[in-house]
Nanobody
Framework: VQLQASGGGLVQAGGSLRLSCAAS????????MQWYRQAPGKQRELVAT???????NYADSVKGGFTISRDNAKNTVYLQMSSLKPEDTAVYYC?????????WGQGTQVTVSS
């Protein structure tokens, strides 16, 4: 199974970005897909989760600004990020949890300038 993340970049504070993560390979029974982020010098933190039933959950720091969604037919998860702040600067990673195993994407850099 491979996860290909894309959509990162440089944006000014208050701007928006949409991250995508496409899963390919022998995927069996996805339980949840998630986005994590890791800022320089900090631990990786969970940003958002979407389950196989479509339930979503967010870190307090991104509630109201970020939206996670998925296209089951494409095995793709998205993270719409709005009202971005400099403290949102990090490498963003997607994560897939399934009955067959758990997998990480390669990460995509998001930089928010003030």
């Amino acid at each position: 199974v491979q996860l290909q993340a894309s959509g990162g970049g440089l944006v000014q504070a208050g701007g928006s970005l949409r991250l995508s993560c496409a899963a390919s390979g022998n995927i069996f029974s996805i339980n949840a897909m998630q986005w994590y982020r890791q800022a320089p010098g900090k631990q990786r933190e969970l940003v958002a989760t979407i389950t196989n039933r479509g339930s979503t959950n967010y870190a307090d720091s991104v509630k109201g600004g970020f939206t996670i969604s998925r296209d089951n037919a494409k095995n793709t998860v998205y993270l719409q990020m709005s009202s971005l702040k400099p403290e949102d600067t990090a490498v963003y990673y997607c994560y897939l949890a399934s009955i067959g195993g758990s997998y990480w994407g390669q990460g995509t850099q998001v930089t928010v300038s003030s």
